[in-house]
């Protein structure tokens, strides 16, 4: 039997337990450098970039410096939840006329890996931003960068997820012109599981950053590489957009569900397409409707879509154009949004969106002993990105303009300076009486991603289920996750594990459906990570965290 086919979740994972702090990532080593650095004095937030680095050299299928970053952070000794946006804008010189001659319009839109699908990497100075604003002041950036810098000189064992990711994409690394794309490859090869792979020239990125902060990143050397890359692959990006980018923070977005504070990144992010969902779903039933029984399943499905729905509408950079955040979140709206849903069929007339294309992220959690917690996500986009490598640097550019539209009048069409419609979206929970915080969470997955948020806290908050089985249980999502090129609404793919009863009752309310869906195909419905405090479920009447990590990934929680 080829166990690769189906990807089982054969051993058993026990919920992690810890009293001093925890790490949950997608990558045990990761995972690991994250803890040493709240051994050595940091905070959430400081281990939290430590984590976030050597994620870039680890996965760089998934993440890296190239791409942007979120985060959410709880202050303890506050009990208020902050919010970061890493994300980069579109280079000043690309506008929809620009595209219009060029011949691209929405319904010929550029490649997936074209320069202009190249924002302004935000990571780098989200990096930055957050030890600056968050971190404990005992240790300074080159402090939570060292262990990266040391893994991609020494070199570290590939792993098996992560292997088949890094070959899947390889291609990109080979396009015609991204002569340094063999950087990250291995004799000219994708690296295989168990593979020591050393990646010197990020580390030189790495220290360049840890030297001169921001600026050895957004000026100079790396800069220039940056402009160059972009402008060989038909891109418009100058030096002033690097130099001009900015990390903004913001107030996070929040519903109560349940007495529960459910916390989400306001747009450009898609967080709000989570809350909307669960403030449809807050006067269902769901308990006693079964764990993903049909009727379940079918509710969850109709209610992201009728939140999906609104989110592509109005969902854009809010610095650009109005995005209506309170009218989104009102309860009085989900009740209206929650009678279009019947308990017989689907509701495809209000379903259609944008095309959903898939995505490779990483996310990751941290909790300290003092009780701070940072919810982080990082990601390149499509896996490599565009693949395009600057020279001598070590990491690929993110293709985040590809999630623009071209559409005129749309709120999220590309103009210049603009941030586009984003997927990553970092999570949180806190008591709607005392404040506490309650969970640090998330699902990577492009459009994935307020899907799993919303499934894992209910098989919580609805299921009493710690954190790793809520992470253990097999999901649904909506649309052609990993493919590009199509992809709706009316899709819904369910991971292996639902039963073939279930699968044939949501076909038969008019669900299109495919089942079954198993292996490495798995990342289609996310990886995601949990750090819960006190006993389950969501009693934080002592001082353990209790935590999970997705079996989908090659990860674990670790406490101390």
């Given at each position: 039997?080829?166990?690769?086919?189906?990807?089982?979740?054969?051993?058993?994972?026990?919920?992690?337990?810890?009293?001093?702090?925890?790490?949950?990532?997608?990558?045990?080593?990761?995972?690991?450098?994250?803890?040493?650095?709240?051994?050595?004095?940091?905070?959430?937030?400081?281990?939290?970039?430590?984590?976030?680095?050597?994620?870039?050299?680890?996965?760089?299928?998934?993440?890296?410096?190239?791409?942007?970053?979120?985060?959410?952070?709880?202050?303890?000794?506050?009990?208020?939840?902050?919010?970061?946006?890493?994300?980069?804008?579109?280079?000043?010189?690309?506008?929809?006329?620009?595209?219009?001659?060029?011949?691209?319009?929405?319904?010929?839109?550029?490649?997936?890996?074209?320069?202009?699908?190249?924002?302004?990497?935000?990571?780098?100075?989200?990096?930055?931003?957050?030890?600056?604003?968050?971190?404990?002041?005992?240790?300074?950036?080159?402090?939570?960068?060292?262990?990266?810098?040391?893994?991609?000189?020494?070199?570290?064992?590939?792993?098996?997820?992560?292997?088949?990711?890094w070959k899947q994409g390889s291609h990109l690394l080979l396009e015609p012109g991204n002569t340094d794309g063999q950087d990250l490859l291995l004799n000219g090869k994708a690296p295989g599981h168990g593979d020591i792979m050393k990646n010197p020239k990020l580390a030189t990125t790495?220290?360049?950053?840890?030297?001169?902060?921001?600026?050895?990143?957004?000026?100079?050397?790396?800069?220039?590489?940056?402009?160059?890359?972009?402008?060989?692959?038909?891109?418009?990006?100058?030096?002033?957009?690097?130099?001009?980018?900015?990390?903004?923070?913001?107030?996070?977005?929040?519903?109560?569900?349940?007495?529960?504070?459910?916390?989400?990144?306001?747009?450009?992010?898609?967080?709000?397409?989570?809350?909307?969902?669960?403030?449809?779903?807050?006067?269902?039933?769901?308990?006693?409707?079964?764990?993903?029984?049909?009727?379940?399943?079918?509710?969850?499905?109709?209610?992201?879509?009728l939140s999906f729905a609104d989110t592509f509408k109005h969902c854009a950079d809010p610095s650009k154009v109005h995005v209506p955040v309170d009218k989104m979140l009102c309860k009085n709206y989900a009740a209206e949004r929650r009678r279009l849903i019947s308990k017989e069929r689907?509701?495809?007339?209000?379903?259609?969106?944008?095309s959903l294309s898939g995505s490779d992220t990483v996310y990751f959690s941290v909790v300290d002993r003092r009780g701070n917690a940072c919810s982080f996500i990082n990601s390149n986009y499509m896996g490599f990105g565009t693949g395009i490598v600057p020279s001598n640097c070590g990491?690929?550019?993110?293709?985040?303009?590809?999630?623009?539209?071209?559409?005129?009048?749309?709120?999220?069409?590309?103009?210049?300076?603009?941030?586009?419609?984003?997927?990553?979206?970092?999570?949180?929970?806190?008591?709607?009486?005392?404040?506490?915080?309650?969970?640090?969470?998330?699902?990577?997955?492009?459009?994935?991603?307020?899907?799993?948020?919303?499934?894992?806290?209910?098989?919580?908050?609805?299921?009493?289920?710690?954190?790793?089985?809520?992470?253990?249980?097999?999901?649904?999502?909506?649309?052609?996750?990993?493919?590009?090129?199509?992809?709706?609404?009316?899709?819904?793919?369910?991971?292996?594990?639902?039963?073939?009863?279930?699968?044939?009752?949501?076909?038969?309310?008019?669900?299109?459906?495919?089942?079954?869906?198993?292996?490495?195909?798995?990342?289609?419905?996310?990886?995601?990570?949990?750090?819960?405090?006190?006993?389950?479920?969501?009693?934080?009447?002592?001082?353990?965290?209790?935590?999970?990590?997705?079996?989908?990934?090659?990860?674990?929680?670790?406490?101390?």
């Open positions: 039997m080829d166990r690769d086919a189906e990807l089982p979740f054969l051993s058993h994972r026990s919920v992690l337990v810890c009293k001093s702090g925890c790490v949950a990532s997608s990558q045990q080593l990761a995972t690991n450098i994250g803890i040493d650095i709240l051994k050595k004095g940091g905070n959430a937030a400081d281990a939290a970039i430590a984590v976030a680095a050597a994620l870039n050299v680890t996965e760089p299928t998934s993440t890296g410096i190239g791409g942007d970053a979120f985060c959410l952070y709880f202050d303890n000794e506050t009990k208020k939840v902050h919010g970061m946006n890493g994300s980069g804008r579109a280079p000043g010189k690309l506008t929809l006329e620009l595209l219009n001659k060029e011949g691209f319009t929405e319904k010929n839109k550029f490649p997936a890996n074209h320069g202009h699908t190249v924002t302004v990497p935000g990571a780098a100075a989200a990096w930055c931003d957050t030890v600056d604003k968050f971190g404990s002041g005992k240790l300074t950036l080159a402090d939570t960068l060292e262990p990266a810098i040391k893994l991609a000189e020494d070199g570290f064992p590939v792993q098996k997820i992560t292997a088949h990711a790495f220290r360049e950053l840890a030297a001169n902060g921001k600026k050895g990143f957004y000026e100079g050397r790396i800069a220039q590489a940056i402009c160059d890359a972009v402008s060989k692959f038909g891109g418009v990006m100058s030096l002033d957009d690097l130099k001009n980018h900015v990390t903004t923070f913001e107030d996070p977005i929040k519903t109560s569900y349940k007495g529960h504070n459910v916390w989400e990144i306001p747009p450009n992010g898609q967080g709000i397409t989570a809350l909307m969902a669960l403030n449809i779903l807050e006067e269902f039933n769901l308990k006693e409707m079964g764990h993903n029984s049909a009727q379940y399943l079918h509710t969850l499905i109709e209610a992201l879509r689907a509701i495809p007339e209000v379903c259609h969106g944008e990491f690929t550019l993110q293709n985040r303009g590809y999630n623009f539209t071209l559409e005129p009048g749309h709120p999220n069409v590309i103009a210049p300076n603009k941030r586009p419609y984003h997927t990553i979206i970092p999570a949180m929970v806190t008591s709607g009486e005392t404040g506490e915080l309650l969970a640090s969470y998330g699902v990577m997955g492009g459009f994935m991603q307020p899907q799993g948020h919303v499934q894992v806290l209910l098989n919580m908050l609805e299921f009493g289920m710690d954190p790793q089985m809520a992470l253990d249980m097999p999901r649904f999502c909506i649309g052609h996750g990993h493919t590009v090129k199509s992809g709706s609404l009316e899709h819904v793919a369910l991971e292996y594990g639902i039963p073939d009863n279930v699968v044939k009752q949501l076909q038969d309310m008019g669900h299109g459906v495919t089942p079954h869906v198993a292996g490495f195909s798995r990342s289609l419905f996310g990886r995601g990570q949990i750090i819960a405090r006190g006993k389950w479920p969501f009693k934080p009447d002592n001082d353990c965290y209790w935590a999970g990590s997705d079996p989908r990934a090659d990860g674990m929680a670790i406490g101390y």
